[in-house]
Structure formats: structure tokens, C-alpha cells
């Protein structure tokens, strides 16, 4: 990676998103594939090079990790639990040996992108962030449990481990509180953690770029961590060099929306999003569809409604980082003031619509 002349690092286009997805796809016909590989001799020279190799500060002992069963599966990969030198642990699986479809040079190419993003990786340290434990890129000797014994893997899979967090993800603890809703204080204080957790990250010079509840995780005492670098990335010096609609509907700032060039304020935009989402227990814009949200967050300045008994303190955070210009959008650690200077002791919490104490009902369309 190039260093720029104000200390920003430019990171290769990589979105390794994609990469992810690449796992349901071909897991199996990997599989296959090194059956047969299994058939043939080994290659003395490829083993020899394997040993004499330079272990990366990053890399896991595949000896030392156990994959058990599948916590998640989607278009983003496959997450295993696991135990990794007897720690608890979440499991990640990435597939890039597509037969036929990649030639070896892209492969490398994707792979020293992948190592350049897990060198930042590693490095990050905060309470709020999900901690990444390490990983391991086309290693022999990894195992997945099932009840029939172990699976073996090919040696083209490659993993990543991070520390796993059993309170789940915070977008489902909001679906399971979204009747009763939370108090007041639990919504400032679970704010805080992830304006914290998001400082962090843009003194670092990374933006997340999805930022959302559902990429959010509480471990055991409801400790909001960020999690999913699937798309983050280093922050560019020159902002155009970061375009392109990525992150998720309802959370995307306007410039991105508009393919426009973005900064860090988009993750500030997204928070204000979040912010919202904590209080109410609800979900941004559930009936528009993608042209709709784009259409209505662009031009007509379209935002979530704030219910009438949310306090001015926290209804101000979420406008100003949800403001339609990023200049005027406030640094996540301005964000991090102003939400401790909240007082929580008076209360303030969202009142459930079922309960008939004057709280504004959700209209459709309203602004900031």
C-alpha cells in the first residue's frame, strides 16, 4: 500500500465482500477438487516451500483451531463456530480456487490484496470492535466437526478468527424489544459504544461503510462491538478515489447513493441512522423500495421520523449526522461529547404505540 504525503493509506479496490461469496458457490466443487488432488502425488518442491515459508504476525496454528457447526450462511460466506487455542471463537470460510474461472495470477493478486487489508485488521484494538483474533490463507490441516467425525478442507480455503460474541447480533435484540422498547439509558449507552467503536476506527483511517445494527454484536453484558470489515476499507487521501453505492439500503448516506465521492461522514450519516433505529426499535423505511428510498433520501431530503417524545439532546445527534451535506455532519468523536453529555437520569425512553401517552405516530414521509 502507498502512503500519501498527509500520513492517509490508500488500500488496492478491493471489496471483500465479493470475495465471501464466493464460498456457498464452490465450496463443494472445492471439495471435489482436492479429493482428486489426494490421488495424485504430492508435490516435494510445494511441501518444502510450505515449510521454509515466513509465518505472517496474523496467522493462525491450524493446528490449534477447531471449526464446529454454522452459525450463519448467506451471500457474505459461511461463519463457523469454533475454538481457537481454547478460545471461543467465530469462524469466517473463504474460497477463492474457482476452477476455470480464475487464473493464477488473479488468485495472487486477490490473495495479497486480502493480506494487505488483514495486516490492518490485526492491528485494531478497542473495546467496541470486534476483536480479530487472525487467519490463515490456503493452510492444509483444517477441519470441520460434524456428528460423522471431521471434514477435512482444501488446502485452497482460506479462514479468518475473530472472538465470538454470544449476545448476537443488535439489529435481532432490537426485533425482540421492538414492542417494549429500551430505556432511555440503555439507548444512549449502547450510542456510545458504537460512536466509541467508530472514533476508533476513523483515527485508525478506516471507514466501516456499512454500518448497520445487523453488523453490530453484544457479547454477554450488552457491550456494543463492530463488527463485518467486509467492505471497509483504508481511507483514501483524495475522496473520489472512494465511490460506488456500497453499504446497505436505508443506511446509505445521499452521496453514495448518488455514486458520488464519500469520506468517513458516511459512516457518520449511517450512525444517525442506527441512532434512530436503537430508540424506536424499528426499522428505517420498511415499505419503500430501493428506487423509492434512493429517490426520496437524494431529492427530497427523506429521513426517519423522530417521535415526539424523543429528547431534543438525542434527536439533535441524530440530525446532525444525518444532515444531507458531509461538512456539516459532526466527527464521530463530537458524536461521542455529545452523547455523553446526555442526562440519563430523568428518563426519556420511546413510549410503545400501544400505549396511548401522546407519542407521535409514524407518518410515512417526513424530514429532518
Known amino acids: 500500500m502507498e502512503k500519501s504525503s498527509d500520513g492517509f493509506v490508500r488500500a488496492d479496490q478491493i471489496d471483500l465482500k465479493s470475495l465471501d461469496e464466493q464460498l456457498e458457490k464452490h465450496l463443494s466443487r472445492a471439495w471435489t477438487m482436492e479429493k482428486n488432488k489426494k490421488k495424485q502425488p504430492d ?6 516451500e510450505a515449510a521454509t515459508r515466513q509465518r505472517q504476525e496474523w496467522e493462525i496454528d ?5 471449526i464446529k457447526g454454522v452459525l450463519a450462511r448467506g451471500t457474505f460466506g459461511t461463519v463457523h463456530r469454533g475454538v481457537y487455542d481454547g478460545q471461543d471463537v467465530a469462524v469466517k470460510l473463504l474460497d477463492w480456487g474457482e476452477e476455470g474461472h480464475r487464473t493464477d495470477a488473479e488468485i495472487a493478486s486477490l490473495r495479497a490484496a486480502f493480506t494487505q487489508e488483514v495486516a490492518v485488521w490485526h492491528k485494531l484494538d478497542h473495546p467496541n470492535v470486534t476483536k480479530f483474533i487472525g487467519a490463515t490463507m490456503g493452510a ?11 471434514i477435512g478442507m482444501p488446502s485452497n480455503i482460506c479462514c479468518v478468527v475473530v472472538e465470538y460474541l454470544p449476545g448476537g447480533a443488535l439489529k435481532s435484540y432490537l426485533i425482540k424489544n421492538r414492542r417494549r422498547k429500551l ?9 456510545l459504544d458504537l460512536s466509541r467503536g467508530l472514533s476508533y476506527l476513523h483515527s485508525q483511517k478506516i471507514v466501516h461503510r456499512d454500518v448497520k445494527t445487523e453488523n453490530m454484536l453484544l457479547d454477554k453484558t450488552r457491550t456494543v462491538k463492530i463488527a463485518d470489515f467486509g467492505v471497509a476499507r483504508v481511507e483514501a487521501s483524495n475522496p473520489s478515489d472512494m465511490t460506488g453505492e456500497t453499504g446497505t439500503l436505508g443506511y446509505m448516506a445521499p452521496e453514495v447513493l448518488n455514486g458520488n465521492p464519500y469520506n468517513r461522514k458516511c459512516d457518520v450519516y449511517s450512525f444517525g441512522i442506527c441512532l434512530w433505529e436503537m430508540y424506536c426499535c424499528d426499522m428505517p423505511y420498511p415499505d419503500l423500495s430501493f428506487s423509492e428510498v434512493t429517490s426520496a433520501v437524494v431529492r427530497q431530503n427523506l429521513r426517519p421520523e423522530i417521535p415526539r417524545c424523543c429528547p431534543g439532546s438525542l434527536a439533535n445527534v441524530m440530525k446532525r449526522c444525518w444532515d444531507a451535506s458531509p461538512d456539516k455532519r459532526p466527527e464521530m468523536d463530537e458524536v461521542v461529547s455529545m452523547l455523553e453529555a446526555i442526562d ?17 405516530c ?7
Request: proline share 5%.
Open 140 to 150: 492444509s490441516g483444517l477441519n470441520i466437526q460434524t456428528e460423522n467425525g471431521q
Open 344 to 360: 440519563t437520569s430523568k428518563g426519556g425512553g420511546m413510549i410503545p404505540l400501544d400505549q396511548n401517552q401522546g407519542c407521535l
Open 43 to 48: 508435490s516435494d518442491s510445494t511441501t518444502a
Open 362 to 368: 409514524f407518518r410515512k414521509y417526513r424530514g429532518p
Open 62 to 66: 491450524p493446528s490449534k483451531l477447531i
Open 183 to 191: 430505556a432511555f439509558k440503555v439507548v444512549v449507552q449502547m450510542a
